[in-house]
């Protein structure tokens, strides 16, 4: 996605097109690393015994705790993340299996943003409870933007593969 400026370019375009140039590959492996880093953490019992109480509380995922363990729990879920993080980032080499991570990172954040409604003590009792957020519900809230971002990276590698499609036809 390399957009190269038309001759005769001010500064401020010119400005204006390295930040639209580099803004794609921040966003992707931005996430890329977030989504590794906390899969990598979820192989911790402390962070799967930290994630446990929204689990728990999930109606989707709550059942899960009768059939594995906590620990297994979490390194089940570190693995999922880690590869939606790899399949976000080969998006360069392999557009469509970067929409199949576009597709699961989406699921994975509308997943996480059903916590906010499910796990009890998101709102912070002390100052009136919600939409005053304790540390659990700020935490999850970065997941509206996360989520957001993965939207937009899907629709991004929805068009790779379709241009790379499109090129392939052309004689």
Known sequence: MLRIPPTGATADQLRGS????????????GLAIVLAWFGAMKFTSYESQGISHWVANSPFLGWLYDVISIDAFGRMNGSIELTVAALIAVKPWFPKLSVVGGVLASLFFMLTLSFMVTTPGVGEASAGGFPVLSADGEFLMKDIANLGLALWLLADSVEATRKRANDAKAP
């Open 18 to 29: 390295r930040i639209t140039t580099i803004a794609p590959y921040f966003a992707r492996y």
